[in-house]
Protein backbone atom coordinates (compact mmCIF):
# COMPACT_ATOMS: atom_id res chain seq x y z
CA UNK A 1 0.00 0.00 0.00
CA UNK A 2 2.57 2.35 0.83
CA UNK A 3 4.34 1.94 -2.61
CA UNK A 4 1.14 2.31 -4.34
CA UNK A 5 0.93 5.74 -2.32
CA UNK A 6 4.26 6.55 -3.67
CA UNK A 7 3.42 5.73 -7.58
CA UNK A 8 0.36 7.93 -7.23
CA UNK A 9 2.63 10.58 -5.27
CA UNK A 10 5.64 10.54 -8.22
CA UNK A 11 2.90 10.48 -10.68
CA UNK A 12 1.12 13.23 -9.62
CA UNK A 13 4.37 15.45 -9.85
CA UNK A 14 5.68 14.83 -13.16
CA UNK A 15 2.23 15.51 -14.18
CA UNK A 16 2.53 18.89 -12.46
CA UNK A 17 5.86 19.59 -14.12
CA UNK A 18 4.80 18.47 -17.24
CA UNK A 19 1.45 20.60 -17.30
CA UNK A 20 3.74 23.87 -16.03
CA UNK A 21 6.23 23.25 -18.84
CA UNK A 22 3.35 23.11 -21.53
CA UNK A 23 1.99 26.48 -19.63
CA UNK A 24 5.39 28.13 -20.09
CA UNK A 25 5.75 27.19 -23.60
CA UNK A 26 2.28 27.65 -24.99
CA UNK A 27 3.12 31.24 -22.73
CA UNK A 28 5.88 32.00 -24.99
CA UNK A 29 4.50 31.08 -28.28
CA UNK A 30 1.69 33.44 -27.75
CA UNK A 31 3.94 36.03 -26.83
CA UNK A 32 5.99 35.35 -30.08
CA UNK A 33 2.33 35.31 -32.30
CA UNK A 34 1.85 38.79 -30.69
CA UNK A 35 3.23 41.31 -33.29
CA UNK A 36 -0.16 41.55 -34.76
CA UNK A 37 -1.05 44.94 -36.69
CA UNK A 38 -2.94 46.55 -34.47
CA UNK A 39 -0.23 45.63 -31.54
CA UNK A 40 3.15 47.33 -33.45
CA UNK A 41 1.05 49.82 -35.03
CA UNK A 42 3.63 49.91 -37.41
CA UNK A 43 2.34 51.07 -41.61
CA UNK A 44 4.59 50.66 -44.35
CA UNK A 45 4.42 50.82 -47.80
CA UNK A 46 6.27 49.60 -51.04
CA UNK A 47 6.97 51.56 -54.20
CA UNK A 48 8.30 49.54 -57.18
CA UNK A 49 9.77 51.92 -59.85
CA UNK A 50 11.87 49.78 -61.26
CA UNK A 51 10.60 49.04 -65.28
CA UNK A 52 12.32 45.87 -65.29
CA UNK A 53 12.34 44.16 -62.07
CA UNK A 54 8.66 43.09 -62.25
CA UNK A 55 6.10 42.34 -59.29
CA UNK A 56 7.62 41.74 -56.18
CA UNK A 57 6.63 40.48 -53.31
CA UNK A 58 7.39 41.24 -49.57
CA UNK A 59 8.61 38.45 -46.81
CA UNK A 60 9.12 38.25 -43.46
CA UNK A 61 9.86 35.49 -41.06
CA UNK A 62 9.61 33.30 -44.81
CA UNK A 63 5.55 34.43 -44.73
CA UNK A 64 4.35 36.66 -47.33
CA UNK A 65 3.49 39.74 -46.22
CA UNK A 66 1.50 41.02 -49.11
CA UNK A 67 -1.96 39.79 -50.55
CA UNK A 68 -1.36 36.54 -52.35
CA UNK A 69 -2.13 37.26 -56.10
CA UNK A 70 -1.41 41.45 -55.16
CA UNK A 71 2.19 41.71 -55.65
CA UNK A 72 4.32 45.32 -56.18
CA UNK A 73 3.94 46.36 -59.88
CA UNK A 74 5.93 48.61 -61.29
CA UNK A 75 4.53 52.41 -60.81
CA UNK A 76 1.25 51.24 -59.16
CA UNK A 77 0.98 52.79 -55.41
CA UNK A 78 -0.40 50.18 -53.38
CA UNK A 79 -1.18 51.95 -50.67
CA UNK A 80 0.48 51.55 -46.49
CA UNK A 81 -0.38 48.63 -45.15
CA UNK A 82 0.72 47.26 -41.21
CA UNK A 83 4.10 45.33 -40.73
CA UNK A 84 3.13 42.28 -38.57
CA UNK A 85 6.84 41.70 -37.23
CA UNK A 86 9.69 43.91 -36.20
CA UNK A 87 11.87 40.76 -37.16
CA UNK A 88 14.77 41.33 -40.61
CA UNK A 89 15.54 40.34 -42.75
CA UNK A 90 12.47 41.74 -45.37
CA UNK A 91 13.38 39.85 -48.21
CA UNK A 92 11.55 40.90 -51.81
CA UNK A 93 11.14 37.53 -53.79
CA UNK A 94 10.39 37.48 -57.57
CA UNK A 95 6.42 37.16 -58.41
CA UNK A 96 7.72 35.23 -61.46
CA UNK A 97 10.61 32.49 -60.20
CA UNK A 98 9.14 31.13 -56.92
CA UNK A 99 11.89 31.24 -54.58
CA UNK A 100 14.04 33.94 -56.28
CA UNK A 101 15.27 36.83 -53.77
CA UNK A 102 16.08 39.86 -55.51
CA UNK A 103 17.40 41.57 -52.24
CA UNK A 104 16.64 41.71 -48.06
CA UNK A 105 17.22 44.46 -45.75
CA UNK A 106 17.83 44.75 -42.26
CA UNK A 107 16.32 48.36 -41.52
CA UNK A 108 14.57 48.88 -38.16
CA UNK A 109 11.21 49.96 -38.02
CA UNK A 110 9.53 50.81 -35.08
CA UNK A 111 5.73 50.77 -33.67
CA UNK A 112 4.05 54.08 -34.40
CA UNK A 113 5.86 55.29 -37.51
CA UNK A 114 5.26 55.11 -41.00
CA UNK A 115 7.66 54.11 -43.75
CA UNK A 116 7.91 53.75 -47.65
CA UNK A 117 10.73 51.47 -49.74
CA UNK A 118 11.36 53.09 -52.77
CA UNK A 119 12.96 50.18 -55.62
CA UNK A 120 14.23 52.62 -58.13
CA UNK A 121 16.95 51.60 -61.10
CA UNK A 122 17.04 48.61 -63.72
CA UNK A 123 18.56 45.29 -63.19
CA UNK A 124 19.56 45.28 -66.85
CA UNK A 125 22.65 47.74 -66.19
CA UNK A 126 23.02 46.86 -62.44
CA UNK A 127 21.28 50.06 -61.35
CA UNK A 128 18.93 48.67 -59.26
CA UNK A 129 18.92 49.66 -55.54
CA UNK A 130 16.45 51.53 -53.00
CA UNK A 131 15.78 54.25 -51.09
CA UNK A 132 14.01 53.81 -47.28
CA UNK A 133 12.05 56.45 -45.83
CA UNK A 134 10.76 57.38 -42.39
CA UNK A 135 7.16 58.79 -43.22
CA UNK A 136 6.61 60.54 -39.82
CA UNK A 137 6.80 64.32 -38.76
CA UNK A 138 6.01 66.82 -36.26
CA UNK A 139 2.51 68.14 -36.24
CA UNK A 140 1.67 71.33 -38.74
CA UNK A 141 0.32 74.58 -36.96
CA UNK A 142 -3.32 74.62 -37.23
CA UNK A 143 -4.68 75.16 -40.70
CA UNK A 144 -1.49 73.86 -42.34
CA UNK A 145 0.01 70.75 -43.95
CA UNK A 146 3.22 69.62 -44.79
CA UNK A 147 4.96 68.44 -47.48
CA UNK A 148 8.37 67.07 -48.89
CA UNK A 149 9.77 66.33 -52.11
CA UNK A 150 11.79 62.85 -52.86
CA UNK A 151 13.96 62.40 -55.75
CA UNK A 152 13.68 58.68 -57.18
CA UNK A 153 14.23 59.30 -60.69
CA UNK A 154 17.89 58.20 -62.16
CA UNK A 155 18.39 60.27 -64.80
CA UNK A 156 17.06 63.59 -62.13
CA UNK A 157 21.14 63.12 -61.10
CA UNK A 158 22.16 66.99 -61.41
CA UNK A 159 19.15 67.85 -59.32
CA UNK A 160 15.40 68.64 -59.61
CA UNK A 161 13.30 72.12 -58.12
CA UNK A 162 9.60 72.01 -57.36
CA UNK A 163 7.51 74.78 -57.44
CA UNK A 164 3.82 75.17 -55.29
CA UNK A 165 1.65 77.80 -56.93
CA UNK A 166 4.83 79.43 -58.89
CA UNK A 167 6.68 79.57 -55.65
CA UNK A 168 10.27 77.87 -54.75
CA UNK A 169 9.08 74.77 -52.88
CA UNK A 170 12.07 72.62 -53.06
CA UNK A 171 15.52 73.14 -54.85
CA UNK A 172 18.52 71.12 -56.51
CA UNK A 173 17.26 67.48 -54.86
CA UNK A 174 19.57 65.10 -56.28
CA UNK A 175 18.72 61.82 -56.83
CA UNK A 176 18.01 59.24 -53.91
CA UNK A 177 17.88 62.46 -51.51
CA UNK A 178 14.81 64.37 -50.07
CA UNK A 179 14.07 67.51 -48.49
CA UNK A 180 12.59 67.99 -45.07
CA UNK A 181 8.60 68.59 -44.76
CA UNK A 182 7.64 72.31 -45.77
CA UNK A 183 4.29 73.73 -43.82
CA UNK A 184 1.84 74.79 -46.30
CA UNK A 185 -1.31 76.47 -45.78
CA UNK A 186 -4.38 74.26 -46.46
CA UNK A 187 -5.69 74.72 -49.99
CA UNK A 188 -5.06 73.52 -53.95
CA UNK A 189 -1.71 73.49 -55.23
CA UNK A 190 -0.07 73.72 -58.81
CA UNK A 191 3.40 71.76 -58.27
CA UNK A 192 5.72 71.68 -61.03
CA UNK A 193 8.56 70.04 -61.50
CA UNK A 194 12.07 71.06 -63.32
CA UNK A 195 15.47 70.15 -63.71
CA UNK A 196 18.07 72.19 -61.96
CA UNK A 197 19.55 74.83 -63.92
CA UNK A 198 16.99 74.61 -66.28
CA UNK A 199 13.32 75.93 -66.85
CA UNK A 200 11.77 73.66 -68.85
CA UNK A 201 8.42 71.91 -67.05
CA UNK A 202 9.28 67.75 -66.84
CA UNK A 203 5.60 67.40 -64.78
CA UNK A 204 2.71 69.22 -63.81
CA UNK A 205 1.20 68.22 -60.93
CA UNK A 206 -2.19 70.25 -60.72
CA UNK A 207 -5.09 69.94 -58.25
CA UNK A 208 -3.01 68.96 -55.21
CA UNK A 209 -4.84 69.54 -52.17
CA UNK A 210 -3.28 70.36 -48.59
CA UNK A 211 -5.17 69.02 -46.08
CA UNK A 212 -5.32 70.25 -42.63
CA UNK A 213 -2.96 68.30 -40.11
CA UNK A 214 -1.85 66.23 -43.40
CA UNK A 215 1.33 65.27 -44.44
CA UNK A 216 2.34 64.68 -47.96
CA UNK A 217 5.64 63.16 -50.10
CA UNK A 218 5.78 64.40 -53.60
CA UNK A 219 7.89 61.48 -55.69
CA UNK A 220 9.94 61.89 -59.05
CA UNK A 221 10.42 58.66 -60.72
CA UNK A 222 11.55 57.34 -64.59
CA UNK A 223 13.87 58.46 -67.10
CA UNK A 224 13.78 61.78 -68.92
CA UNK A 225 15.49 59.85 -71.95
CA UNK A 226 12.54 57.69 -72.63
CA UNK A 227 9.25 58.01 -73.64
CA UNK A 228 7.61 54.82 -73.18
CA UNK A 229 6.57 53.76 -69.84
CA UNK A 230 9.38 54.52 -67.91
CA UNK A 231 9.39 58.13 -68.93
CA UNK A 232 9.50 60.59 -66.41
CA UNK A 233 6.41 60.68 -63.69
CA UNK A 234 5.23 61.99 -60.56
CA UNK A 235 3.25 60.98 -57.59
CA UNK A 236 1.62 62.38 -54.55
CA UNK A 237 1.59 59.97 -51.22
CA UNK A 238 -0.32 61.07 -48.32
CA UNK A 239 1.80 60.05 -45.68
CA UNK A 240 -0.83 61.04 -42.72
Not at 12 to 37: V, Y
Not at 163 to 185: C, D, H, R
Request: charged share 15%; net charge positive; aromatic share 14%.
Amino acid sequence: MALKYKDKILAGFFLCAFCGWLLTNLTSCGKASTASPTGLNIRYEVLNLSPDLFPVNLFIRFTQVNTVGNPFVFAVPHGYFYVPYVDTPYQYRSNSVAGLTLFSRDDVVKSGLTYSLFIVGARSDNSLTQLFTVDTASEPALGRGKVRFINVSPTGVSGLNVSANGTPAFSNIVYLKYSKYLELPIGNYDFKINSTGSSAILKDLPGVTIQDGRLYTIYAYGYTTRSDSAAFNAGVITNK
